[in-house]
């Protein structure tokens, strides 16, 4: 989690006022786009085109995913403005140890942070597997066994959360190829 988030959260920052949605929806979103099937860029690119998500910069899609070098990667910007809150949605692929790896990360504005994670938590029925603490930010990371895969869960999270915060969360796992 070394790549800096800066452009990212000024973009979250910079959707101008908003009603801010429960957490349930947000994790709902979260949880059903990246961790319930797992990562999986295919079908996430096939849902975008359904849904008609306008594409993200690639620049910005790349401060968001949690993979150093992915060799594939998409963004989409799912949803903002005055009327909604901040959504985004990027999928990326990489090799990691010589193996095929997915990520999946939404970037979630006006979302009760902590309510989040312990729903999370709840939910995934993820296990901590440590956190660092930036300067405004703190980067939690979780392990989560679904439907037989293992996940690798980052919650990127403000140091001092206001209950109307900016969240990152990513869901990474090796590539599932159907047979």
């Given at each position: 989690?070394?790549?800096?988030?800066t452009?990212?959260?000024?973009?979250?920052?910079?959707?101008?006022?908003?009603?801010?949605?429960?957490?349930s929806s947000?994790?709902?979103?979260?949880?059903?786009?990246?961790?319930?099937s797992?990562?999986d860029?295919e079908?996430t690119?096939?849902?975008?085109k359904?849904?008609?998500?306008p594409?993200?910069?690639?620049?910005?899609?790349?401060?968001?995913?949690?993979?150093?070098?992915?060799?594939?990667?998409?963004?989409?910007i799912?949803?903002?403005?005055?009327?909604?809150?901040?959504?985004?949605?990027?999928?990326?692929?990489?090799?990691?140890?010589?193996?095929?790896?997915?990520?999946?990360?939404?970037?979630l504005?006006?979302v009760?942070a902590?309510?989040?994670?312990?729903?999370?938590?709840?939910?995934?029925?993820?296990?901590?597997?440590?956190?660092?603490?930036?300067?405004?930010r703190?980067?939690?990371?979780?392990?989560?066994?679904?439907?037989?895969?293992?996940?690798?869960?980052?919650?990127?999270?403000?140091?001092?959360?206001?209950g109307?915060d900016?969240?990152?969360?990513?869901?990474?796992?090796?590539?599932?190829?159907?047979?």
């Amino acid at each position: 989690m070394k790549r800096s988030f800066t452009v990212g959260l000024f973009m979250l920052a910079a959707t101008g006022p908003s009603f801010a949605d429960d957490a349930s929806s947000k994790l709902a979103f979260f949880y059903d786009s990246c961790v319930s099937s797992g990562p999986d860029f295919e079908r996430t690119s096939e849902r975008a085109k359904a849904e008609e998500w306008p594409s993200m910069a690639q620049d910005l899609a790349l401060t968001f995913t949690p993979m150093e070098n992915p060799k594939t990667l998409e963004g989409w910007i799912v949803s903002g403005g005055e009327a909604e809150s901040f959504r985004a949605l990027v999928i990326s692929r990489a090799e990691v140890g010589g193996k095929i790896v997915e990520g999946c990360t939404v970037a979630l504005g006006d979302v009760d942070a902590a309510v989040f994670e312990a729903a999370l938590v709840e939910k995934a029925n993820a296990i901590s597997a440590g956190q660092e603490q930036g300067q405004d930010r703190v980067y939690k990371r979780y392990t989560a066994t679904i439907n037989g895969r293992s996940e690798a869960i980052t919650l990127t999270l403000p140091l001092y959360a206001k209950g109307s915060d900016q969240i990152i969360a990513s869901a990474v796992a090796e590539q599932q190829i159907e047979h």
